[in-house]
């Protein structure tokens, strides 16, 4: 069956298979590409063994806990079936534990529930016992070794989401096929409790609209796209943030020359050379800096709790283009690294958003964003906030112009900045104070040295 593959998403398109009919497959062996709201998703295969039947074709939208493809397990190594009569728990110890899948259920532990298959879809009898959720863990296990005790079944968005809220999953019932918690149940649980927190959820953004266009015939004067996917998860998301968050733009032209300068020196250095260092590394570098003075742009608002919730790190989101649209991974701790480590870390989310591994994972958590619309050679723009963050920043391009130095019109390197942020969070003063800091540091990459 299809796996919840992140954030409780109901359903994820086909993009292709990688397997076909007839094909033998080793455990873990990749045998799909499934598209959700967030990103591209492999899929491995849970089993050895032959396929027998795929249940959906490329461009098909899959529900969570359709079937999706049956194998034939059979050999002297393969599990033999249960019999009807036998319990749900000797079934289950049949089930291989695969990386990725999570352990199978064990017991009356969590009451059996029935998946939504496919509508009309046949189960072959190997694939009616298979537990099919992206949920990594293994089972823990008591000192008792007749009394297995297996960590509650969720994937790594939702327990990262009950981490954030302070609810143990141990506690929370499970309403998902096959026992598995979803992201409401970990609601519903906070709710009840009076758990506050809420995670934030970075967005990405569209895919080109080519991508989804129906095949048209000469003469058509419209073309129709069907609204799904990425597409359709980033505009709700807009939507919700820009009517949620009151938005707030304001901008500031900076001469640049010294980061610039700073930037052709380093590449010069043989030691440096293949660490890349651009500008998007010394603004991701500066608004680090600048967050640690202003921390109210690193914070989010907690409508439910009435509470302003204040980070003490930079998850720091990084727009990056790719064939599908642009996509928003975030660096870990960003506050950490040295300018090097940015650049690198930088250019290896890149790299793997262009090949279409950026995991939902990378895209979560993330508290305050840069987008370079610079390199579209765009000068400026109001970019909205991803929801649940405080502040993004657009870096324009680097033009050279006339500009004032030091008493004199010189041809200096001068880019703009526009930073848009919540203004229940932030005020015009913060705003502007921040974003004057990060100027500071890119007119002298050397104020980086006094500042902390």
């Known amino acids: 069956m299809l796996p919840d593959l992140g954030e409780g998403l109901p359903e994820a398109e086909l993009v292709q298979w990688m397997v076909a009919e007839g094909d033998t497959v080793t455990l873990n062996q990749t045998i799909a590409e499934v598209e959700t709201a967030k990103a591209v998703v492999e899929l491995p295969s849970p089993y050895a063994g032959t396929v027998t039947a795929l249940h959906a074709g490329a461009g098909d939208v899959v529900m969570v806990g359709s079937v999706l493809i049956s194998f034939d397990i059979g050999g002297d190594d393969a599990p033999a079936p249960a019999p009807a009569a036998e319990s749900a728990e000797e079934s289950a110890k049949a089930e291989p534990n695969l990386v990725g899948y999570g352990a199978a259920p064990r017991g009356s532990a969590r009451p059996q529930r029935r998946s939504r298959a496919a509508a009309g879809a046949h189960v072959s009898s190997s694939s009616d016992t298979a537990v099919l959720e992206a949920a990594p863990h293994d089972a823990i296990h008591l000192a008792e070794p007749d009394r297995p005790l297996e960590r509650p079944r969720s994937t790594p968005p939702v327990r990262l989401h009950a981490k954030q809220l302070g609810v143990d999953l141990a506690l929370v019932e499970a309403t998902g096929a ?12 906070a709710t009840r409790v009076g758990a506050s927190l809420t995670a934030a959820v970075p967005t990405a953004q569209p895919e080109p609209i080519s991508d989804l266009r129906q095949p048209s015939t000469p003469g058509e004067r419209t073309t129709r796209t069907p609204i799904r996917g990425v597409r359709k998860h980033t505009a709700d998301a807009m939507v919700r943030s820009a009517f949620t968050a009151p938005h707030v733009t304001t901008f500031l032209t900076v001469d640049v020359t010294a980061t610039t300068e700073l930037i052709a020196s380093l590449k010069a250095d043989r030691s440096l050379q293949e660490h890349k260092i651009g500008v998007m590394a010394v603004a991701a570098k500066a608004v680090c800096l600048a967050l640690a003075r202003h921390p109210g742009l690193n914070s989010r608002w907690d409508d439910a709790a009435g509470e302003i919730v204040e980070h003490h790190y930079v998850n720091l989101g990084i727009a990056a283009a790719t064939g599908r649209g642009l996509v928003v991974p975030n660096i870990r701790d960003a506050q950490d690294l040295t300018l090097v480590e940015l650049a690198d870390a930088i250019r290896g989310l890149a790299e793997t958003a262009r090949a279409g591994k950026t995991s ?32 993004i920043l657009a870096v324009g391009a680097v033009r050279r112009q006339p ?18 942020f919540d203004h229940r969070l932030v005020d015009g003063e913060q705003g502007s104070r921040f974003l004057v800091d990060v100027a500071d540091v890119l007119r002298e990459p050397g104020r980086a040295m006094l500042l902390r």
């Open 403 to 420: 500009w004032e130095h030091r008493g004199e019109i010189a041809l200096r390197d001068v880019m703009t900045l526009a930073l848009s």
């Open 360 to 391: 939902p994972a990378e895209m979560m958590g993330g508290t305050f964003s840069i987008t370079n619309v610079g390199v579209f050679g765009v000068d400026a723009g109001t970019p909205i906030l991803n929801p649940g963050e405080a502040g």
């Open 178 to 189: 096959s026992g598995l918690i979803t992201r409401s149940d970990v609601d519903a649980y």
